[in-house]
């Protein structure tokens, strides 16, 4: 945990001083940054799907109680948020893995996400199966 | 270990795998996605009777896909120009990586500020 937030904090000053980036290792082939970049973009777009899918819930459920539409809309919301951030993150650390000709960092965040999508779909089909009694 | 494979670096002009194409095309087809979400911001907004509130928040949802598309079409063209030329692509810059990031999660804060 401890090393974690460490590494969290050295990528935030990575954020904000990207210069560092550039100094470090050799410049990768332009076809594997070119790749690192359409990763990005491919997460950046999960998380657009996430956001999009919370204002659907707000939208499209109206027949929800408002604790029910609300809580899934803001976790749907919430988690696409996380996963934007996440992008750059991963993106940043992918880059200077590649500078320093280390290996990709390994990442547990697909399971994570997979479950945490799978736990709201659940939750999702029960209100919505239950309706008005939910 | 990078570039490792033996083969030798692409010729100028020459890109087998279509890389830079395919780079653009993400960046485009982001850019589609950020639109959906945007056109459900303001449908959410501008829903029955809308606070002046709501509507601010919606209308801060299209200048955010504004921004996204904005940085998405600079990097798309300097895509384009450096394998027109080409030359050397240059990897993405983080702070463009961090804004568009950033314009989605603060799309997703007005979405929050919406449903509640």
């Known amino acids: ?134 | 270990m990078i570039g490792g494979t033996g083969e030798p670096p692409a010729a100028p002009g020459r890109d087998p795998g279509l890389q830079a194409e395919r780079t653009r095309l993400a960046w485009r087809r982001t850019t589609l996605s950020a639109a959906v979400v945007a056109v459900l911001a303001v449908r959410t907004a501008l829903r029955e009777a809308p606070s002046s509130g709501a509507m601010a928040v919606g209308a801060a949802c299209c200048a955010l896909w504004l921004a996204f598309t904005a940085l998405a079409h600079a990097r798309v063209r300097e895509i384009q120009d450096a394998s027109a030329r080409g030359s050397r692509i240059r990897s993405l810059a983080l702070p463009v990586a961090a804004a568009v990031s950033l314009c989605t999660v603060a799309t997703a804060a007005c979405g929050m500020w919406l449903a509640v």
């Open chain 1, 1 to 134: 945990m401890v090393p974690r937030m460490i590494g969290i904090i050295r990528n935030l000053r990575l954020w904000f001083a990207p210069q560092h980036l550039g100094e470090e290792g050799d410049t990768p082939d332009y076809r594997f940054s070119l790749a690192n970049e359409r990763t990005f973009l491919a997460w950046l777009r999960t998380a657009l799907a996430l956001v999009g899918g919370g204002f659907a819930v707000d939208q499209f459920l109206p027949g929800l109680r408002w604790g029910w539409r609300v809580g899934l809309a803001c976790a749907l919301l919430a988690v696409g948020a996380v996963c934007a951030l996440r992008a750059v993150d991963r993106w940043v650390r992918c880059e200077r893995a590649m500078r320093r000709g280390e290996d990709l960092p390994p990442t547990r965040f697909p399971a994570l996400l997979g479950l945490v999508v799978a736990l709201v779909a659940l939750v999702m089909v029960v209100v919505v199966v239950l309706g008005p009694a939910g």
